[in-house]
């Protein structure tokens, strides 16, 4: 059975003996709170728990190391829209330890792509319309500075509201140990 497959027949099941009741909520978070997190597959569940984060509590956005790559990208258009749509008042930005991001570079990316079918000319005639891949394929070198960037990304943003405080962290992906490294509330002006 595909992945598809199963999925489809769990939510069949799902749907009609009314699982979903014990989620339901609306679409304000009761916490007030957007999150920006890593997509790791370890922080699924953990990061909700190790918050204390329940269904309804907070917005979740999640990439590939809770990068923000750019000013006017989708990942500030959700934090802007849960702000001033969703009421949201705080913003968390939170990396983790061993992260798939850390180190990553573009030539091991495009050396996959190749092996994967990607022609090599397709890369060349991106860069020449001006397509910085190297960057874009790029990580960090260290989740600190990452955090620290993605915080001050958000907090400079032009459409932030000065009072809206936004914190770091960084989370163990085993134990769920969170550290703080930008305490919002010490650099918001009000
Ligand atoms: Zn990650």
């Known amino acids: 059975m595909s992945l598809l497959s199963s999925i489809l027949d769990h939510n069949e099941q799902f749907v009609t003996s009314k699982h979903y009741e014990r989620f339901q909520t609306t679409k304000f978070p009761n916490k007030r709170v957007v999150i920006l997190t890593c997509m790791d597959t370890r922080l699924l569940e953990l990061l909700p728990a190790a918050l204390n984060v329940k269904n309804g509590d907070a917005k979740i956005i999640k990439n590939a190391g809770a990068v923000i790559s750019h000013p006017f990208g989708s990942i500030m258009r959700s934090i802007l829209v849960g702000i001033y749509e969703l009421q949201a008042d705080e913003v968390m930005v939170v990396g983790h330890h061993g992260c798939g991001m850390t180190g990553l570079e ?19 005639t991106l860069e020449f319309s001006g397509v910085d891949i190297k960057s874009f394929l790029t990580g960090f070198d260290k989740v ?47």
């Open 106 to 124: 573009a030539s091991s990316v495009l050396k996959k792509a190749e092996a994967n079918g990607v022609d090599m000319k397709t890369i060349e």
């Open 144 to 190: 600190e500075d990452n955090v620290q960037h993605s915080v001050r990304m958000i907090k400079h943003h032009p459409l932030l509201p000065k009072h809206v405080p936004v914190h770091g962290l960084v989370i163990c992906p085993d134990t769920g140990k969170l550290d703080l490294l930008v305490d919002g509330y010490q650099t918001t002006t009000t």
